[in-house]
């Protein structure tokens, strides 16, 4: 009893000190301004046709949710932006024909109609959809591998502290129903990010299970930059997760949509990024390396 008392009480404690720890996070963030929640505005339309409109998906935004108590979520800033676009008989309003989590940011593609979401469906089945990211890597990735296939399956992580919304692994005694899955690396720049090693990579998914690229990346020893969850709750400090989808090309019937969201992680625009050698650059030559030409 008094062990079950005490392993309680050090649960508690650990979530505490937890919640403090995140709560000093997000203040410091906040004070160097890069802690500003999402609002309704935080939307960018990449591409607009009669059959597919494509936006650029804000960090930390969901793609919809049940939860009223949420006001921005990616559904919400479409109603805002093209009210007439909202389908009534649709559960959340629009023909999302693919998805991308919260922390991530990019490219998303909405169908304007039924035929069109069925092309594009479609076509993510078959696997005819070709999708680029675009990431920062804790630590400095060998520079002797440009390009690395990861291929390991991924499955359910069966641990009660998952809740059900972890993957992980299949080598893992603990994973359950692991899929195979295989992602394409190819390493961009070797630098430093608030003085720590990073690399940067583009990303292309050959399949697509939930949480590919996070798992596949913190299995290769190299974590997304801000990955909370696949860090074992640890890289609190960054204000997002640096995880970019920057290309998507969609072949349909209807249409044929190449579209790229450009490269958010540059020096630039990304403070304390400091990149101290370039292996490839983001062109026609590192998509052709991807794709195994």
Same mark, same amino acid.
């Given at each position: 009893?008094?062990?079950?008392?005490?392993?309680?009480?050090?649960?508690?404690?650990?979530?505490?000190?937890?919640?403090?720890?995140?709560?000093?996070?997000?203040?410091?963030?906040?004070?160097?301004?890069?802690?500003?929640?999402?609002?309704?505005?935080?939307?960018?339309?990449?591409?607009?046709?009669?059959?597919?409109?494509?936006?650029?998906?804000?960090?930390?935004?969901?793609?919809?949710?049940?939860?009223?108590?949420?006001?921005?979520?990616?559904?919400?800033?479409?109603?805002?932006?093209?009210?007439?676009?909202?389908?009534?008989?649709?559960?959340?309003?629009?023909?999302?024909?693919?998805?991308?989590?919260?922390?991530?940011?990019?490219?998303?593609?909405?169908?304007?109609?039924?035929?069109?979401?069925?092309?594009?469906?479609?076509?993510?089945?078959?696997?005819?959809?070709?999708?680029?990211?675009?990431? *920062?890597?804790?630590?400095?990735?060998? +520079?002797?591998?440009? #390009? $690395? %296939?990861?291929?390991?399956?991924?499955? /359910? &992580?069966?641990?009660?502290?998952?809740?059900?919304?972890?993957?992980?692994?299949?080598?893992?005694?603990?994973?359950?129903?692991?899929?195979?899955?295989?992602?394409?690396?190819?390493?961009l720049e070797i630098g430093y990010f608030?003085?720590?090693?990073?690399?940067?990579?583009?990303?292309?998914?050959?399949?697509?299970?939930?949480?590919?690229?996070?798992?596949?990346?913190?299995?290769?020893?190299?974590?997304?930059?801000?990955?909370?969850?696949?860090?074992?709750?640890?890289?609190?400090?960054?204000?997002?997760?640096?995880?970019?989808?920057?290309?998507?090309?969609?072949?349909?019937?209807?249409?044929?949509?190449?579209?790229?969201?450009?490269?958010?992680?540059?020096?630039?625009? *990304?403070?304390?990024?400091?990149?101290? +050698?370039?292996?490839? #650059? $983001? %062109?026609?030559?590192?998509?052709?390396? /991807? &794709?195994?030409?």
């Open positions: 009893m008094e062990f079950l008392i005490e392993s309680t009480m050090r649960l508690i404690l650990d979530k505490l000190q937890l919640w403090v720890k995140v709560k000093m996070c997000d203040l410091f963030r906040y004070g160097i301004g890069q802690a500003r929640s999402a609002t309704l505005d935080d939307i960018e339309v990449v591409h607009s046709s009669q059959n597919y409109l494509v936006l650029n998906k804000r960090y930390d935004v969901l793609i919809n949710s049940d939860d009223r108590n949420i006001k921005v979520t990616l559904e919400h800033q479409i109603r805002k932006l093209i009210p007439t676009l909202a389908d009534p008989k649709l559960v959340h309003g629009f023909y999302f024909v693919h998805r991308l989590d919260y922390a991530t940011s990019g490219v998303i593609c909405i169908a304007k109609n039924k035929k069109a979401a069925a092309c594009a469906s479609a076509a993510f089945s078959k696997r005819k959809t070709l999708k680029y990211y675009i990431a *920062l890597l804790r630590g400095h990735i060998s +520079q002797e591998n440009e #390009t $690395i %296939d990861l291929e390991w399956a991924i499955g /359910l &992580d069966s641990r009660p502290e998952s809740n059900g919304r972890l993957m992980c692994i299949g080598s893992n005694p603990y994973c359950e129903k692991p899929r195979w899955a295989h992602t394409r690396l190819l390493i608030n003085n720590e090693p990073v690399t940067k990579v583009m990303l292309k998914l050959i399949t697509g299970r939930r949480h590919q690229l996070r798992v596949h990346c913190d299995a290769l020893g190299h974590t997304i930059v801000g990955d909370f969850t696949y860090s074992n709750r640890k890289d609190v400090l960054p204000y997002r997760m640096f995880l970019h989808s920057h290309r998507m090309i969609l072949p349909t019937s209807m249409e044929n949509l190449d579209v790229s969201s450009g490269d958010v992680f540059q020096p630039s625009d *990304l403070k304390n990024w400091v990149p101290i +050698q370039t292996l490839n #650059t $983001i %062109d026609e030559n590192s998509y052709n390396k /991807l &794709d195994g030409i």
